[in-house]
């Protein structure tokens, strides 16, 4: 089977190299791909929005799946246009039509989506342009810390935690007035900020049943002990040590079912991968947000640990199958640590070298390209914020971020730029266990 993957960061380059194991995988396209996916499958130079051009692609290659990393495609409707199209329904998406594809399009669709539902979450109220004096009499009133949001997709950057009135002022104002965010902050999402510890979690499903993937943590904030500018994510540990079956139980009762039961009733349909972000505030789960797809650097944590074939779970989600569906994983933890060009994530250069590639990684590391081109004379260089993730597996977490950070040292480009601390904040439930 020809399977085609949209997308160009670390996460479709695990999805690469995850269902590259499969005996029933023949060959791997990835659109537009980066330097890693080329190593393992053929990079097509399509943008992941160019829908007519990805549908002659799929039909001309044989295409039988359709792998959907990145959240822009799924939000403008990639999965509507392949289903509307004769000559592809054949081809089995894993992702959501655009209708679910808006509980990460806009936050205020899920915040309504969740209070609609019961579902535990912050309390909020959603402001515009229009409404910029009310929402500055909002922030007057309100306690802080508090969040803001921007309304659509912002690659991962458009949240604000102000501690005060003027830098929520400030953050509103950027959005609202001066389009920070662009189009994605002419709604700004002003919610109480819970106190307590992130957790995500991640589900296959086919709108009725569902399969639970390999939970994780990941690390927002660009400076060590999550201090600085939000970023796309800078490292992730599996497993959560305070994710225990109880805690998971109250995830399953209180979040996912009836998210599944919210959009039945919505009448959403919903083919592929929800990425539920949580925080663990006192021992019960409240949503933070929705995601449509899988996280990033999540996936180059989670993956790893599932040891079963995607490409069945996968033929599952399809046949829905899911309930029936038995995940192996593996007990070990992943650590996952990201490298960064310097100034991310501000401004920063593209096209520096990076040394260290060609270098044997430690036994028990992976290493999965996000922002990085090859040139013609093979040299590989940086070409975005996030360049490499680095995921290492051990016996326990120390030993997987030991691994990990000793991978990281071995990777170099002028600026490169790792945070050290990934995983700090979780040390205490691993002490409390012994």
């Avoid at 396209?29 to 890693?36: H, K, R, S």
């Avoid at 029936?324 to 920063?348: C, K, M, N």
Wanted: net charge negative; hydrophobic share 40%; aromatic share 10%.
């Amino acid at each position: 089977m020809n399977v085609l993957i949209i997308g160009s960061g670390g996460r479709e380059h695990a999805l690469a190299w995850k269902i590259g194991q499969s005996p029933y995988c023949e060959s791997i396209f990835v659109a537009p791909g980066n330097a890693g996916t080329a190593q393992i499958a053929t990079n097509v130079d399509i943008s992941i929005t160019n829908f007519e051009e990805l549908a002659k692609f799929a039909a001309d290659f044989n295409i039988m799946m359709l792998i959907v990393g990145q959240e822009a495609a799924l939000v403008e409707g990639i999965a509507d246009y392949f289903a509307e199209k004769e000559y592809l329904k054949h081809i089995l998406v894993v992702g959501p039509k655009k209708a679910g594809a808006q509980l990460e399009g806009s936050k205020d669709f899920s915040k309504q989506f969740l209070l609609k539902y019961g579902i535990p979450t912050a309390r909020y109220q959603t402001f515009t342009s229009e409404t910029y004096e009310q929402a500055l009499a909002y922030l007057q009133n309100h306690p802080y810390p508090v969040v803001l949001k921007a309304d659509g997709l912002a690659a991962g950057k458009g949240v604000v935690i102000a501690q005060n009135y003027e830098e929520a002022a400030f953050a509103l104002t950027g959005m609202l007035k001066h389009s920070k965010f662009g189009a994605a902050g002419d709604k700004v999402v002003i919610e109480e900020f819970l106190q307590g510890i992130e957790l995500s979690a991640f589900i296959l499903t086919d709108g009725q049943e569902y399969v639970l993937l390999p939970e994780a943590k990941d690390y927002k904030r660009i400076g060590e002990g999550d201090v600085g500018l939000n970023t796309g994510g800078m490292g992730a540990v599996s497993p959560v040590p305070f994710a225990d079956d109880q805690f998971m139980g109250k995830v399953r009762e209180r979040v996912i079912e009836p998210t599944l039961q919210g959009l039945q009733a919505e009448g959403i349909p919903y083919s592929g991968f929800l990425f539920i972000g949580l925080m663990n505030v006192n021992g019960d789960p409240y949503v933070i947000e929705y995601n449509v797809r899988l996280g990033d650097p999540e996936t180059e944590a989670i993956l790893p640990r599932i040891k079963s074939d995607l490409f069945e779970l996968f033929k599952a989600l399809h046949d829905h199958e899911l309930g029936q569906f038995q995940l192996e994983i593996d007990p070990r933890s992943a650590t996952t640590i990201f490298l960064v060009s310097g100034g991310y994530p501000e401004d920063y250069e593209k096209g520096k070298e990076i040394q260290g590639l060609e270098k044997v990684l430690p036994e028990g590391t992976l290493c999965f390209h996000a922002g990085t081109r090859q040139n013609a004379d093979g040299t590989v260089v940086t070409d975005g914020g996030r360049v490499i993730a680095v995921t290492g597996l051990g016996e326990d977490m120390e030993e997987a971020l030991e691994k990990a950070n000793l991978a990281a040292t071995r990777i170099k480009w002028q600026g490169r730029y790792f945070r050290h601390d990934i995983g700090f904040d979780l040390k205490q439930y691993l002490a409390s266990r012994f």
